[in-house]
């Protein structure tokens, strides 16, 4: 049995598109989209999928920012979290450009030793 949820973006139905046209002669309505659910779920188990409950991106965002405090309030984050892990500093040749600093006022690219953090296993 295939389940259908209605789109939770609550201006789903003000959208103005010929998906949402329902209705017979002089009574048209646009209606909330419907979706079956799992339409995304390529490996069939029982994944949660944010598309089960939103028609597209459009409509989840304006639910995301209609709704953000409610939404942030789920789970809400009063500390930052921390994740241990080990790093190796590298040194490598990069290029600055030097705008209008040549003999005729063209760019350089200029080459110097620069670093980078390697960020390794975290475990
Ligand atoms: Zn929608």
């Known amino acids: 049995m295939t389940d259908y949820n209605w789109c939770h973006n609550p201006d789903c139905h003000t959208i103005e598109t010929q998906s949402r046209v329902r209705g017979t002669g002089d009574n048209k309505v646009l209606r909330t989209m419907k979706i079956k659910q799992g339409r995304y779920n390529y490996s069939n188990d029982d994944t949660p ?16 920012r209609k709704f953000a405090r409610e939404v942030a309030n789920i789970r809400p984050v ?7 892990i080990k790093i190796e500093k590298e040194k490598y040749e990069s290029y600055r450009y030097e705008w209008n600093s040549g003999p005729n006022n063209e760019t ?8 980078r ?3 390794k296993n975290s475990s």
């Open 117 to 119: 953090t390697i960020i």
């Open 78 to 84: 009063r500390e930052p979290s921390e994740t241990p």
């Open 49 to 64: 999928d944010i598309y089960d409950y939103f028609c597209n991106q459009n409509c989840l965002h304006q639910f995301l």
């Open 108 to 115: 350089q690219r200029v080459p110097y030793m620069a670093t």
